[in-house]
């Protein structure tokens, strides 16, 4: 004797479809929205390294005005903390004297553009050195570190470009401005490609899922009208 709840292939399938769909069109929303937000960025990215090769020592400029505020906000974070009753005292001379010297960096960007190029240069050579010499030590120190020999490459590579930026910092920073300008643009195009191939594999998938449920582009009219 058989119920009409025992037919095969009505009743799961009936359960499923109403709570299957929202989740289905959400996930539809969300991919419509990252390959949006990916061209977006992609366009983005491209504009601006079309900007740093069009206009270089304008963006120099932006730049070195960028980091002299850094330099500024810092400086006084730091001053702020070395009054802070949080900080120990044998650390509030320390904390008092890097944010008196970033303030002193950030009104010194502010007087023209060779000295916040200057100052940018060295600042990013001081710290490519340091952390060149770093890696090399470590890499050099622990035989049994993962891809040892990849961290001494790195190491060494970062060791020379510190020193390359201290030595003559115009030149660097000029050839690294370019530097990220070209990978900008090659960002941007790899992301703009990614967004179309994301747009073209969303359009691919249909509304529940599967391709068989897609709306047709042109209807057919019925042979009977």
């Given at each position: 004797?058989?119920?009409?709840?025992?037919?095969?292939?009505?009743?799961?399938?009936?359960?499923?479809?109403?709570?299957d769909?929202?989740?289905?069109?959400?996930?539809?929303?969300?991919?419509n929205?990252?390959?949006?937000?990916?061209?977006?960025t992609?366009?983005?990215?491209?504009?601006?390294g079309?900007?740093?090769?069009?206009?270089?020592?304008?963006?120099?400029?932006?730049?070195?005005?960028?980091?002299?505020?850094?330099?500024?906000v810092?400086?006084?974070?730091?001053?702020?903390?070395?009054?802070?009753?949080?900080?120990?005292?044998?650390?509030?001379?320390l904390?008092?004297l890097?944010?008196?010297?970033?303030?002193?960096?950030?009104?010194?960007?502010?007087?023209?553009?060779?000295?916040?190029?200057?100052?940018?240069a060295?600042?990013?050579?001081?710290?490519?050195?340091?952390?060149?010499?770093?890696?090399?030590?470590?890499?050099?120190?622990?035989?049994?570190?993962?891809?040892?020999?990849w961290?001494?490459?790195?190491?060494?590579?970062s060791?020379?470009?510190?020193?390359?930026?201290?030595?003559?910092p115009?030149?660097?920073?000029?050839?690294?401005?370019?530097a990220?300008?070209?990978?900008?643009?090659?960002?941007?195009?790899?992301e703009?490609?990614?967004?179309?191939?994301?747009?073209?594999?969303?359009?691919?998938?249909?509304?529940?899922?599967?391709?068989?449920?897609?709306?047709?582009?042109?209807?057919?009219?019925?042979?009977?009208?």
């Open positions: 004797m058989t119920y009409p709840s025992d037919s095969p292939g009505t009743g799961p399938s009936r359960g499923t479809e109403p709570q769909a929202p989740l289905t069109e959400g996930l539809g929303a969300l991919a929205m990252g390959w949006q937000i990916l061209l977006t992609g366009l983005a990215t491209i504009t601006l079309v900007v740093v090769f069009a206009w270089p020592e304008e963006t120099l400029r932006v730049v070195g005005v960028l980091f002299g505020i850094y330099l500024l810092t400086g006084v974070f730091q001053l702020a903390a070395a009054f802070g009753t949080h900080v120990p005292r044998h650390l509030r001379v904390h008092f890097t944010g008196a010297l970033s303030v002193l960096l950030g009104l010194i960007c502010f007087r023209g553009t060779l000295q916040s190029i200057f100052l940018l060295l600042w990013i050579g001081f710290s490519w050195l340091l952390r060149g010499i770093m890696v090399t030590a470590a890499a050099a120190s622990a035989e049994d570190m993962p891809a040892r020999g961290q001494l490459f790195y190491g060494i590579i060791t020379l470009a510190g020193i390359v930026l201290i030595v003559s115009f030149t660097s920073i000029a050839a690294l401005t370019l990220v300008g070209v990978m900008a643009v090659v960002l941007g195009v790899v703009v490609f990614q967004a179309i191939r994301m747009r073209v594999e969303v359009g691919r998938l249909a509304p529940g899922g599967t391709a068989a449920h897609r709306r047709p582009l042109f209807h057919r009219p019925h042979p009977q009208h």
